[in-house]
């Protein structure tokens, strides 16, 4: 299986930026912004999302998503969500690469204090778990952003490193 995204994809999740079936991927891309700007427009956009709290990862040959962790004490383990669930559906829009846009629309959505219903497989059988989504915690937000500038800031950071070398030197 591979990891949709790293660290903890928690559902909010960072769909604006990356297809839910891209994979780990990321073909050299560069963020438009600088980090320090991309930080404070992350920081502020998620402020505003919810959070569910599970990993997941989408299996290629199986084309299932499943959910790989749930974070201790978050809105998914209060509502019952296991490692090795299936994802099958959001608020009644299957869990297909056909609905990757109505899942996008879902996730967008998603708000402190809203709800969201998953349909997900487990052992055979279909349950619904409602989650009551929160905001997202200052820890996770710190991680995808962390993530992201590594991701696409890395040319910005290796050039801010080696200015700050070139400054250290003494004369």
């Known amino acids: 299986m591979k990891k949709l995204l790293t660290t903890t994809l928690t559902l909010a999740l ?55 962790n749930v974070v201790a004490n978050s809105p998914a383990e209060k509502a019952g969500f296991k490692n090795g669930d299936v994802l099958r559906g959001l608020n009644s829009v299957d869990y297909t690469e056909e609905n990757e846009m109505l899942l996008k629309e879902q996730y967008a959505s998603f708000s402190p204090g809203s709800t969201a219903t998953f349909k997900v497989e487990r052992g055979g059988k279909m349950l619904d778990l409602e989650v009551e989504l929160e905001s997202i915690p200052e820890s996770i937000l710190a991680q995808w952003i962390g993530q992201h500038v590594m991701d696409y800031h890395k040319a910005e950071a290796e050039l801010a490193k080696a200015t700050e070398e070139g400054n250290d030197e003494s004369p």
């Open 14 to 68: 960072i769909i604006p930026v990356m297809p839910l079936w891209a994979g780990d991927e990321k073909k050299d891309a560069q963020c438009p912004e600088t980090a320090a700007a991309c930080a404070e427009a992350m920081k502020e956009q998620f402020s505003k999302r919810g959070w569910v709290g599970i990993n997941m990862d989408y299996d290629k040959e199986t084309h299932a998503t499943v959910i790989s």
